[in-house]
Structure formats: structure tokens, C-alpha cells
């Protein structure tokens, strides 16, 4: 049984029919978010709910996609939590934990958010996507899109690293180089699609990719014994992992699946792009774009997100806080992660061990504080930072 119940605006709660395909709020224009019948849930046990399938897809009783002919899966999800003891022992900190979501299908976590996304689309009668990426979700829409049998066109920076665009046309996607950043891709990407007749499934201008994040915290739950950790920092450009984390502590306390006081969250940029920090640390609600942004990270290089409320409400809610880097730090980082841990760290997991250095150093993380810091995908696929650092 599916218990998907309707689509919900973020912002001005207007209720949306959970069964047409669409995008953003037709009132405000802003994210919709998947609702489910909780009290229907609640009827049955977790036990009952939690499949023991070895992926994300043990959560679908909280999923949309309502035929399961539809599920387009390659296994992702369930990526180890792992103890990072050497780290851990360097640093003072007697609970450190890395989730290591380079596990998963094409080495990244953007293959939870594009499984559902194309699972759902496609359920909806979409036949084929675009997508704007600094390259690991345009992988990822690439492989998904390939399983299923469907259209894919991605638009990522010229100045990508050649492993992402290499991977989507091996998948058999069509490539798109744009001169310029993320936010261009964008704009070409949407052009591309009202012309062709495509879905786009862009960050958060769908309602899907977030409820395949969201498993990031149903799965740090479980591997927890069904609590929750005290902080998790996260890398963050247009954060639907984390604001996917919080829909699911939100979904899962209504269901009496966790109790207690939830982590606090903690966001992680680059000093070069951090436009999220900037509003955060100036109180506002939202974020205004980033002039002129630039980071070894690309993954956090987004100037302007769609969901910088939601981000923001979050890190709030959860009594966190934002935090920026430097360059410098993130490749000095990235590396220790890999040399010390044992895990092919991307720059952005690097960026979450500079951050985790910068709170310890500031007294806001305490030694006895259990903390998961994310390594978001490996780093095989960015030859020229790996090269750099070696050289060094």
C-alpha cells in the first residue's frame, strides 16, 4: 500500500494533486513537498514498514512512486557509517563518524535524489529529462535514465572535470557544455526542455529528488539503533540533502520511530561561494545570489538556491549554525579524510572536516559529541585536485 497523500507548498501550504507531473508551487513558485498518510502509517509497525531490502528502497512505505514496476533501481542507498577512529583520535572527539555516500551507483550521493526523481517522473508519464550539474547528478540522471529507457540531456560548466562528462556519455546521455557557472546551465537547461517537451528535475524544482535525499536520514537513524547523533555537517549548495534529513526526522517522530532532541545541523561552503553563511550569519530568511563564485568544490558553487528558506529554516530549527572555508583547508582536508580513513574524499568532504576543525577550535563541538561529517561522492573523479595535492 502507498500512503502518498498530496504535494504541499513549502512556502504558502497550498495542496497540489500528488498524481500529475509538475513542478514548483503554481501560487508561489516555490518547492512542493510529498505528504503522506501518517496516521495510516502508524497503524503498522516499523518493523513491518522497514524492508530488510539492501538499499534505499527498505523505506518505501514513505516513498511516492505507488507501483513498484516503476522503481527504477541500481541499489543506492545504505552506504556505510563510518567510524572514523584515527580521525576521531586526532581530533579529541570520541564519537566521529563518517557517512561514506561514495558507495553508491555512479559514486555519488546525487544517485538517491535522481533514482526517485526519474522513478516518479516516469510513473507520471514523463519520457525524458534535463538537467543543469556541476557533474554528479548529471551522472546520475545519466545511469537512471538509462535503466529506465528514458531521454537524458545535461548541462553542465565547460571548465567540468572530464571523469563527469566522460561517465554521461558513456551512459548515453546528451552532453551540453555551457560557458559560464551552474545558474547558465540552468537557463539553458529550462530552455531545452519547454522546447523538447522534457522534465526537468533541476534542485528542488521537483518534489522527488528531496524524498530520495531524505533517506540519508532514515538510514543514520537506523544506523544509530533509531536515535540520532548530536551534529551532522554537510556539505551544502542547494541542499536538498539537508533539508532532506530534517523532512525525514520531521516524518519520523510524528511516527514515534525516533524520540528526543534531533541533531543540530550544521552547513558547510566554500569562502569562495557561501551565500547561505552570509544570510545565516546576517539573520535574514534568505539568500542573495553570490557574485562572482568560485571553489575547487564545485559541488557547493551554487550562487543561488532554490531552497535557501528551507535551508535555512532547518539550521535554525535544529539550534545549528553555517559555516564557510577556504580552499586551502578543503584540499588539505580532502586528503586527510582519504590517507587517514581510508575513503576516496571528494573536495566536499573535505569541506566538512575543515568545518568540523573550525567548531571543535571554536568550543561549538564538544569531545563527548557524537558527529557525522559527509563524504558526498569519491574523488577518482576529480583527477586535476587529486594531481595538485600529490605534487605538493
Known amino acids: 500500500m502507498n500512503y502518498l497523500t498530496h504535494l504541499?507548498?513549502?512556502?504558502?501550504?497550498?495542496?497540489?494533486?500528488?498524481?500529475?507531473?509538475?513542478?514548483?508551487?503554481?501560487?508561489?513558485?516555490?518547492?512542493?513537498?510529498?505528504?503522506?498518510?501518517?496516521?495510516?502509517?502508524?497503524?503498522?509497525?516499523?518493523?513491518?514498514?522497514?524492508?530488510?531490502?539492501?538499499?534505499?528502497?527498505r523505506y518505501r512505505a514513505v516513498f511516492p512512486v505507488r507501483e513498484e514496476q516503476y522503481e527504477v533501481n541500481l541499489g543506492e542507498g545504505l552506504t556505510p557509517l563510518v567510524p572514523a577512529s584515527r580521525l576521531g583520535r586526532k581530533l579529541g572527539l570520541s564519537n566521529l563518524f563518517i557517512k561514506d555516500e561514495s558507495q553508491n551507483p555512479t559514486g555519488s550521493f546525487k544517485a538517491r535524489g535522481l533514482s526517485m526523481a526519474v522513478s516518479k517522473a516516469w510513473e507520471l508519464g514523463a519520457d525524458g529529462f534535463v538537467i543543469p550539474s556541476a557533474g554528479n547528478a548529471a551522472g546520475a540522471l545519466s545511469a537512471y535514465a538509462a535503466r529506465a529507457g528514458l531521454d537524458a540531456?545535461?548541462?553542465?560548466?565547460?571548465?567540468?572535470?572530464?571523469?563527469?562528462?566522460?561517465?554521461?556519455?558513456?551512459?548515453g546521455a546528451r552532453v551540453t557544455l555551457?560557458?559560464?557557472?551552474?545558474?547558465?546551465?540552468?537557463v539553458e537547461s529550462r530552455r531545452v526542455a519547454n522546447e523538447k517537451g522534457l522534465f526537468d528535475?533541476?534542485?528542488?524544482?521537483?518534489?522527488?529528488?528531496?524524498?530520495?535525499?531524505?533517506?540519508?536520514?532514515?538510514?543514520?537513524?537506523?544506523?544509530?539503533?533509531?536515535?540520532?547523533?548530536?551534529?551532522?555537517?554537510?556539505?551544502?549548495?542547494?541542499?536538498?540533502?539537508?533539508?532532506?534529513?530534517?523532512?525525514?526526522?520531521?516524518?519520523?517522530?510524528?511516527?514515534?520511530?525516533?524520540?528526543?532532541t534531533r541533531?543540530?545541523?550544521?552547513?558547510?561552503?566554500?569562502?569562495?561561494?557561501?551565500?547561505?553563511?552570509?544570510?545565516?550569519?546576517?539573520?535574514?530568511e534568505s539568500a542573495e545570489p553570490w557574485e562572482n563564485p568560485h571553489t575547487v568544490a564545485e559541488g557547493i558553487q551554487v550562487p543561488s538556491a532554490v531552497?535557501?528558506?528551507?535551508?535555512?529554516?532547518?539550521?535554525?530549527?535544529?539550534?545549528?549554525?553555517?559555516?564557510?572555508?577556504?580552499?586551502?583547508?578543503?584540499?588539505r582536508d580532502q586528503m586527510q579524510m582519504s590517507r587517514m580513513e581510508g575513503i576516496s574524499c571528494c573536495p566536499e568532504g573535505g569541506a566538512t572536516l575543515s568545518a568540523l576543525k573550525s567548531l571543535l577550535s571554536d568550543g561549538w563541538i564538544s569531545s563527548?559529541?557524537?558527529?557525522?561529517?559527509?563524504?558526498?561522492?569519491?574523488?577518482?573523479?576529480?583527477?586535476?585536485?587529486f594531481n595538485g595535492i600529490i605534487q605538493r
Open 201 to 260: 528535475v533541476s534542485t528542488l524544482k521537483e518534489p522527488y529528488r528531496l524524498e530520495g535525499k531524505k533517506t540519508l536520514g532514515y538510514e543514520l537513524a537506523e544506523q544509530f539503533g533509531w536515535e540520532l547523533p548530536d551534529v551532522i555537517i554537510y556539505p551544502t549548495g542547494g541542499g536538498t540533502g539537508l533539508v532532506g534529513m530534517w523532512k525525514a526526522f520531521d516524518e519520523m517522530e510524528k511516527l514515534g520511530w525516533i524520540s528526543g
Open 263 to 284: 541533531p543540530r545541523m550544521v552547513v558547510v561552503q566554500s569562502d569562495g561561494c557561501a551565500p547561505v553563511v552570509r544570510a545565516f550569519d546576517s539573520g535574514s
Open 368 to 385: 563527548g559529541e557524537s558527529v557525522v561529517i559527509f563524504n558526498t561522492g569519491t574523488g577518482l573523479k576529480y583527477p586535476g585536485v
Open 8 to 57: 504541499e507548498c513549502s512556502f504558502c501550504r497550498k495542496e497540489h494533486d500528488a498524481d500529475r507531473l509538475q513542478t514548483l508551487c503554481n501560487n508561489c513558485g516555490k518547492p512542493l513537498l510529498a505528504r503522506y498518510d501518517i496516521d495510516g502509517l502508524k497503524k503498522k509497525s516499523r518493523r513491518a514498514l522497514v524492508t530488510g531490502e539492501p538499499s534505499m528502497w
Open 178 to 186: 555551457v560557458k559560464g557557472l551552474i545558474t547558465d546551465c540552468g
Open 153 to 171: 540531456r545535461v548541462f553542465m560548466p565547460d571548465t567540468v572535470p572530464a571523469p563527469f562528462r566522460n561517465e554521461c556519455e558513456a551512459l
Open 307 to 331: 531552497g535557501d528558506f528551507l535551508i535555512l529554516k532547518a539550521v535554525r530549527e535544529s539550534r545549528g549554525t553555517a559555516v564557510s572555508v577556504s580552499d586551502e583547508f578543503i584540499i
